[in-house]
């Protein structure tokens, strides 16, 4: 039963992309639209295979370098403040404010400054990312760390639990899912914010950049491969992090029967 579960999973999405990228195809050929607007997926697939170079020092420049070492970088900076914000309640009211704050600035308007700050290699698009994936974070650890049961708190403290004790054996453990449900969000908005941040200025490489340069050549064919390799690298992030956390909080209800 749970093979035939995993295969329905499995097949519903692939026959559907399957079915659009026939249409695709047929409707590109059929209405003679030019591949200046919209090249066939037969002719992404043949830029594709013929910029296996190109596509992968690109993808090094802009997930390996760019978008996940800003993804480490912000993640860790929240759980540093959600646990301070967490042991000193008044720090909620000061803090809080400047991390939405920094949620609101638009990527458009932090990219050029980050890039003037720290150059136009991977350094500025980790910043850029790190600035992105802070605020979601944070919110989520600290909403994972309110999210215990009052009754097993009070527990915690009839037992004579320390701080420390009561996160490391009841308030973390609780906040796990949170902190998943975070990451699963971090990661799209890392990929995106190191693809952008790299319209403002990139060395020679990188898939902001191709896309960039490559558009003003009306290449869109290469366009749309990095933008292929993009989506599956998003989808490839976004499924690691979600068998993690399957294995990881194998016992919270939310993975119950799935």
């Given amino acids: 039963m749970k093979t035939d579960s995993t295969f329905e999973k499995l097949a519903w999405p692939v026959g559907f992309g399957l079915l659009v990228l026939v249409l695709w195809e047929i409707g590109v050929r059929v209405f003679g639209i030019s591949p200046a607007i919209l090249p066939a997926p037969s002719a992404i697939l043949a830029a594709m295979a013929g910029s296996l170079p190109i596509l992968w020092e690109d993808w090094v420049q802009t997930v390996v370098k760019g978008a996940l070492n800003g993804l480490w970088m912000g993640s860790l900076a929240a759980l540093v403040v959600a646990l301070v ?11 809080m404010p400047v ?30 990312v790190a600035v992105m ?11 994972g760390l309110a999210a215990v049961d009052p009754m097993q708190r009070d527990l915690m403290r009839t037992y004579g639990a320390s701080h420390v004790q009561t ?24 990929l995106i914010g190191a693809i952008v941040a790299e319209y403002f200025g990139s060395p020679i490489r990188g898939m902001g950049f191709r896309i960039t340069t ?5 290449a ?5 491969a990095e933008i292929v390799v993009s989506a599956v690298t998003g989808t490839a992030l976004y499924g690691l ?3 993690i956390e399957k294995r990881v909080t194998f016992w919270h209800p939310s993975q119950r029967g799935s």
């Fill in 85 to 95: 914000i967490d042991r000193f309640d008044f720090l909620k009211r000061g803090l």
């Fill in 99 to 128: 991390a939405n704050f920094f949620a609101a600035l638009p990527i458009v308007g932090l990219a050029p400054i980050m890039v003037m700050w720290f150059g136009f290699d991977w350094q500025s698009k980790a910043a850029v």
């Fill in 133 to 143: 994936v802070f605020f979601p974070m944070l919110v989520n650890i600290l909403g």
């Fill in 167 to 190: 996160l490391r054996k009841l308030r973390g453990p609780a906040a796990l899912p949170f902190v998943f449900n975070g990451l699963k969000i971090a990661t799209s908005l890392a």
């Fill in 214 to 218: 490559e558009m003003g050549r009306l």
């Fill in 220 to 224: 869109t064919d290469m366009v749309w």
């Fill in 241 to 243: 992090v979600a068998g």
